[in-house]
């Protein structure tokens, strides 16, 4: 199987260019969107501001590929503001459009969390898996979903974020714990996201990333 990460201009994508070729799957960094509909799975990352990353990837045409690979059913992981992008809009610095693969949205932590906790959150928090109720379409077995079967409750993750996914909770398969409950991941379907960088979590990243490609077999 073969994985492609989007290139839009706007991504760690070296870092998770190194994660997926240690648990030894084929990855391309690509901005073609013929390969990127030939692929197996794909990978939308991201870094930066929400409004800054959406029009790049507007600007490339490359939204609406990810959107039809995302209804053909392919498995599609979003990562960090990848994952942010997912939703139907934020309100990072204005408000802006997003994707609407996921209903929810993405707001400030600095609305819900003490005046004195610092944001951007970043470092290891732990993952408490939950099951939502409209993950997919055949509803959710277990806590945390086939994309978290290999991770263990409290599992630690790496985090860097200042925004968060809201008003998404029947699509929620873990949170984290900062001052209060903060959207971890999600899935709808074959749609999945990641608030924390895996490639960036050590072995419990590579399980996760493990797991996104062993849901090929099953697409």
Known sequence: MNVAIVDYGVGNLFSLTCSFSAIGKNVCV??????LRAADAVVLPGVGAFGDAIDALRKTGLDKVVCEIAAEGK????ICLGMQMLFDKSYEYGEHEGLGLIPGEVRSLKEVVEPDTLVPHIGWNALHLVSGEGV???GLDEPGGPLLSEVG???YVYFVHSFYATDCVAHTIALTDYDVPV??????????GCQFHPEKSGQV???IL????NLVKEA
């Open 30 to 35: 690509t901005s073609d969107p013929e390969v």
């Open 75 to 78: 498995p599609l992981l979003g």
């Open 136 to 138: 997919c379409e055949k």
């Open 153 to 155: 409750e409290g599992a």
């Open 183 to 192: 959207t971890a991941a999600v899935q709808k379907d074959n749609v999945f």
């Open 205 to 207: 990243g590579l399980a």
């Open 210 to 213: 493990t797991s996104f490609c």
